[in-house]
């Protein structure tokens, strides 16, 4: 098979997710829920930890009573440094990874990787603390991308797929470094992100290759939300007793 040329490939994406709304509207989520904890007195810079279990951050003996709480913990920042660098991220990577899988599907990464994120976590961080933040998400979403270079790189053109392998891994790197060196960073949800999101993007189609995306898309989609469920319940089980 003869790698495409980059421009027809870029353009090929380009007509294939002409529009990315699902980055722009998951962006918009963060923030109005940022600016309504603003709205009811929360600190913009450090908001007191009683307030992010208020809205439902992830917590082990909470989180066990309340599950919902393991997507309400996504879309919650502990202060406005930590909104902005991690949509600054997504608005970097989500936007690729739209157009790489679509719309639907690269919701579907986001979710399944928040929600492995945040299980992941309620094994190390949010087994005795609080944890937030939509990174476990950010980071499926980058793992999705490093999925397709590094099993799929045949479909793309050698320099991009080159030049976006280097970057993702010097990206993953770096920031799991930095996880291991900052306590307050959670590399359980990164890494339990990191992971779900490459997984399903193996799994799913294409976007990009429409004759697959045609024919296989739901079945792939399905197949993938299928595995996520069983896995999910399978982690939910394992979990630690909740602390006192």
Same mark, same amino acid.
């Given at each position: ?25 998951? +962006?918009?989520?963060? @923030?109005?829920?940022? !600016? *309504?904890?603003?709205? =009811?007195?929360? /600190?913009?810079?450090? $908001? ?89 998400? +950010?980071?499926?979403? @980058?793992?999705?991308? !490093? *999925?397709?270079?590094? =099993?799929?790189? /045949?479909?793309?053109? $050698? ?86």
């Amino acid at each position: 098979m003869t790698p495409p040329d980059t421009e027809d490939f870029a353009n090929r994406l380009v007509r294939a997710t002409p529009r990315t709304w699902a980055t722009r509207a998951v +962006i918009s989520v963060n @923030v109005l829920v940022w !600016l *309504a904890m603003l709205a =009811t007195g929360a /600190s913009p810079v450090s $908001p007191d930890v009683q307030v992010l279990i208020d809205w439902g951050a992830n917590l082990l003996p909470l989180t066990v009573e309340q599950p919902w709480r393991l997507l309400t913990a996504t879309m919650l920042h502990a202060g406005l440094i930590h909104l902005g660098f991690n949509m600054w991220v997504l608005w970097d990577a989500g936007r690729i990874a739209e157009r790489f899988y679509g719309s639907l599907q690269f919701l579907l990464i986001y979710l399944i990787s928040g929600l492995f994120g945040s299980l992941a976590s309620l094994f190390f961080a949010a087994r005795t603390g609080v944890s937030v933040g939509a990174s476990g998400a +950010i980071f499926g979403v @980058v793992g999705a991308l !490093l *999925a397709v270079v590094l =099993t799929k790189h /045949s479909k793309l053109p $050698p320099a991009l797929a080159a030049g976006m392998r280097s970057s993702m891994l010097m990206f993953i790197g770096y920031s799991l470094v930095m996880g291991f060196i900052a306590r307050f960073i959670d590399n359980a949800a990164h890494i339990g992100g990191l992971v779900s999101g490459f997984a399903a993007a193996v799994i799913l189609a294409e976007r990009f290759d429409w004759e697959e995306y045609r024919r296989s898309a739901i079945p792939r989609a399905m197949t993938a939300i299928g595995i996520a469920m069983v896995a999910a319940f399978a982690i939910w089980r394992l979990l630690p007793a909740p602390g006192v």
